[in-house]
């Protein structure tokens, strides 16, 4: 059986508890790191920034004044106009990636993902999480697929 390292254990401490029954079931069976649970404005700002660049003449106090130069931007939004369900405490989002593959693998990010929405309907069934949830496996655009949310 799996279990989670030190800084995974960590960012999952910062989760609503029905995120923490999800990931510590989901542990039981598969290897997997979280990568985030609840993050502060300035990383959710910096996050932001990757793969983006100030649009010439623009102050770059809101989203539309950047520019995406790298298809591979990491967050939507900055936190400043609007939170990320990663910018609440207990944080109503985690990311998570599967363990020792990491980003490289998307098949296994996807099956990763596959299992955490199999084990959330069984635990839902069962009573033992009372939120709904989203998966950003679901979305389209962009595809989110480390992503899990509590639907608020």
């Known amino acids: 059986m799996a279990k989670f390292g030190k800084q995974s254990q960590t960012n999952l401490d910062t989760c609503h508890k029905d995120l923490q029954t999800l990931c510590n079931e989901m542990i039981k069976e598969y290897d997997f790191s979280v990568v985030f649970g609840a993050r502060s404005m300035a990383i959710q700002n ?67 993902a596959g299992f955490a929405k199999a084990t959330y309907l069984k635990l839902k069934a069962e009573g033992k999480i009372e939120s709904e949830m989203r998966f950003g496996s679901d979305w389209k655009n962009p595809a989110d697929p480390p992503h899990i949310e509590i639907v608020t």
């Open 46 to 112: 910096a996050l932001f920034l990757k793969g983006r660049e100030l649009r010439p003449g623009e102050v770059g106090d809101r989203r539309e004044h950047y520019v995406i130069t790298n298809i591979k931007k990491v967050v939507t939004f900055r936190g400043f106009e609007r939170k990320s369900n990663h910018n609440h405490y207990p944080s109503i989002a985690v990311d998570i990636i599967p363990y020792p593959s990491g980003w490289a693998n998307q098949n296994k990010i996807y099956e990763l």
